[in-house]
């Protein structure tokens, strides 16, 4: 499938009116908040290089790392804000808020949360930090970095949320 023909979907806070008329192709922008903006800033100073750690009970810190244990710890340490653990649980509880709509992954703002999708499910999450850019924790590294947010990293779409 070309790059064209990828989907890319947003779970965003959007204005009421929206989720009330079930408009779902919004193509407005998100809107950075402050939860997100804090929780990337602090990814980055204080969560960047750490070791990966795929045993599910040691991805969430304070020296390993998984990629939904680094976007939980984020959001609770640098953005006062509850996420759940896992990568499929953070996906649900965003959607789940009702305030899903569609656009393009290009919109994305510092501190969205980027999930990433293969087969129908959610197998990928960073923090999006700008310039086309996230922190993630992934095994083919080896521990959090910095990297391409819009690389296809072999996934069939992104999508991406916000924290209020």
Known sequence: MSGIGKRAVVISTVIAAFVGL?????????????????????????????PY???????????????????????????????????????????NKGTASKTHVHT?????ILFFWNNGSVQHVGIYIGSGKMIDANSTQGHSKIESAFYNWGFDYITHGWVK
Not at 30 to 47: C, D, E, M, P
Not at 59 to 88: E, H, I, M
Not at 108 to 112: C, E
Request: with cysteine; hydrophobic share 25%; net charge positive.
């Open 22 to 50: 079930g408009l779902t192709n919004a193509t407005e922008a998100s809107a950075s908040t402050s939860a997100g903006i804090n929780a990337a800033n602090y990814a980055v100073k204080n969560l960047l290089n750490k």
């Open 53 to 95: 750690s795929e045993i599910r009970q040691h991805g969430t810190g304070p020296t390993y790392y998984d990629c939904s244990g680094l976007v939980q710890k984020a959001f609770k340490s640098g953005g006062n804000r509850y996420l759940p653990r896992t990568t499929d649980e953070q996906w649900r509880y965003l959607r």
């Open 108 to 112: 994305a703002q510092k501190g969205d």
